[in-house]
């Protein structure tokens, strides 16, 4: 499925070349083999061989396809105008496929917060990435995601604050177990 969107799909319905596709095949798979992605754009575009604007056209090729989720900061202005503060791969279906079979020394966070971003935005919600915390969404709620050991440090003083745990199976307090999110989609 990758191999045709990549290959068949994006260069249809876009005005990517064919050539183009050995760029978003690397850039796929940077995104998917790395815990939370911040994207540094000078970096990865002088390591890909390509203009910052190009990509960026890459990007969101890659985001419009439906292979990565592009999470912006929660900002205003000029802020808003950048990169995405983190690229995840857009579900875990699609993560373990590009990361490789998840083993035991696969970065788990990426799974979750994987899991999570995909879950809250397919149920139609705005997700943002805060200074503080994994996660904030609709401009309102901050969620840190994390293991059953996973403390509320992160979040301290926060308003409308959550950790969203794995490996648990009831949630207390302002403690939510992750797989809760399965059900949004």
């Known amino acids: 499925m990758i191999e045709k969107v990549l290959f068949e799909d994006i260069v249809a319905t876009t005005n990517a070349r064919p050539s183009s596709i050995s760029v978003l095949k690397p850039l796929l798979w940077l995104v998917g083999t790395s815990k939370p992605f911040e994207p540094n754009v000078e970096r990865i575009s002088r390591t890909l061989g390509v203009s910052k604007p190009t990509l960026y056209g890459y990007l969101e090729y890659l985001e419009r ?22 690229l995840y791969i857009h579900n875990t279906n699609l993560l373990k496929v590009i990361g490789g079979h998840i083993r035991i020394d696969d970065p788990l966070g990426t799974v979750r917060e994987t899991f999570f971003q995909h879950q809250v935005r397919s149920a139609g919600y705005r997700v943002s990435i805060p200074k503080k915390a994994d996660f904030f969404v609709e401009d309102r709620h901050v969620f840190e995601i994390g293991g059953k050991s996973k403390e509320k440090k992160q979040i301290k003083g926060e308003k409308d604050a959550y950790v969203v745990r794995d490996d648990i199976e009831v949630g207390h307090g302002n403690m939510i177990p992750l797989w809760l999110f399965g059900f949004l989609y």
Do not use: V
């Open 65 to 86: 396809s439906g292979l990565i989720a592009g999470i912006m900061p929660y900002a205003r202005g000029h802020k808003l105008a950048r990169k995405p503060a983190r």
